[in-house]
């Protein structure tokens, strides 16, 4: 057996018990899908978005709705696939009205999900979309992401994930509200594709 399909064994194993999941309120405030991630199981950058919207929620799929496909069409420009990649948030389930997630809810997500999730894929490097992706995987409420964003964070995790870089950046929705701004994006969307891939990335794939 392969690496991505021992490491795609192991996710759905790590997702069966979660199917129907009611360890946090979002699981009892009108949800239709817990929405885990997808892509590559063996990817060697991993992008993390805050929780999944209304078209994420009814698809069961991660970053299909407005955002999502400004995120794919900059990955594509920056030379990645987004079969090549893995992309998930930090909490599988849609909040209500798409606020942000409350602390109970992405920590129990984190631990029962999102860090074992990282366990299994051990990606080169995980690139945060928005203040609560980067908030909720750091535990830090003073987050201020125009702050972190495009800077390398070394040391985020503790062994044997202590390896994994962390590049914060805006979330695409953040763009789509101010699109002149939809070149800093690009920019750190590239600077995590070199840190994952090297230079030699095919601008076709």
């Given at each position: 057996m392969n690496p991505k399909?021992?490491?795609?064994?192991?996710l759905q194993e790590l997702y069966a018990p979660y199917?129907?999941?009611?360890?946090?309120p979002l699981g009892s405030l009108g949800r239709t899908n817990v929405v885990f991630g997808e892509g590559n199981a063996d990817a060697r950058l991993m992008f993390i978005g805050e929780g999944p919207g209304a078209d994420e929620d009814a698809q069961g799929r991660p970053f299909v709705g407005r955002s999502g496909q400004l995120l794919t069409k900059l990955l594509l420009l920056a030379g990645i696939n987004r079969a090549d990649v893995f992309i998930t948030?930090?909490?599988?389930?849609?909040?209500?009205?798409?606020?942000?997630?409350?602390?109970?809810?992405?920590?129990t997500c984190k631990k029962l999900l999102l860090l074992n999730q990282i366990k299994i894929i051990r990606p080169d490097v995980i690139c945060t979309l928005g203040s609560s992706a980067l908030s909720g995987l750091?535990?830090?409420?003073?987050?201020?992401i125009t702050a972190m964003r495009g800077k390398i964070i070394t040391s985020a995790f503790e062994s044997p994930?202590?390896?994994?870089?962390?590049?914060?950046?805006?979330?695409?929705?953040?763009?789509?509200?101010?699109?002149?701004?939809?070149?800093?994006?690009?920019?750190?969307?590239?600077?995590?594709?070199?840190?994952?891939?090297?230079?030699?990335?095919?601008?076709?794939t």
């Open positions: 399909t021992y490491k795609e064994k192991l199917q129907n999941c009611h360890r946090c948030n930090i909490v599988k389930c849609r909040p209500p009205n798409n606020r942000k997630p409350l602390p109970i809810e992405s920590n750091l535990n830090k409420d003073d987050v201020k994930l202590n390896t994994i870089k962390l590049l914060p950046t805006y979330h695409p929705a953040y763009i789509l509200r101010n699109p002149k701004e939809a070149n800093i994006l690009f920019d750190d969307l590239q600077k995590a594709a070199t840190l994952a891939f090297g230079e030699k990335r095919s601008q076709n």
